[in-house]
């Protein structure tokens, strides 16, 4: 999916700013017809990052989680 460069930006930028041990729906984060795009923008942020930028999804892809980097 092709993600625009000002959505993903949005998407690290408030991913940056989480907090540890804050988690967060999906459908509370991104409008229904965005949470595919959502969604893949956060996979990016955890490629690119070191220790998966302290960001993992629950089993359905419904939530995220910021945990402590070690």
């Given at each position: 999916m092709d993600i625009p460069e000002s959505y993903t930006k949005a998407?690290?930028?408030f991913?940056?700013?989480a907090k540890?041990?804050?988690s967060f729906l999906i459908s509370r984060l991104a409008k229904k017809c965005n949470t595919d795009r959502?969604?893949?923008a956060?996979?990016?942020y955890i490629q690119s990052r070191d220790?998966?930028?302290g960001i993992e999804f629950?089993?359905?892809y419904t939530k995220i989680r910021k945990f402590e980097v070690p």
């Open positions: 998407v690290f930028d991913l940056d700013h540890p041990g804050e959502f969604i893949d956060v996979k990016l220790w998966d930028g629950n089993s359905d």
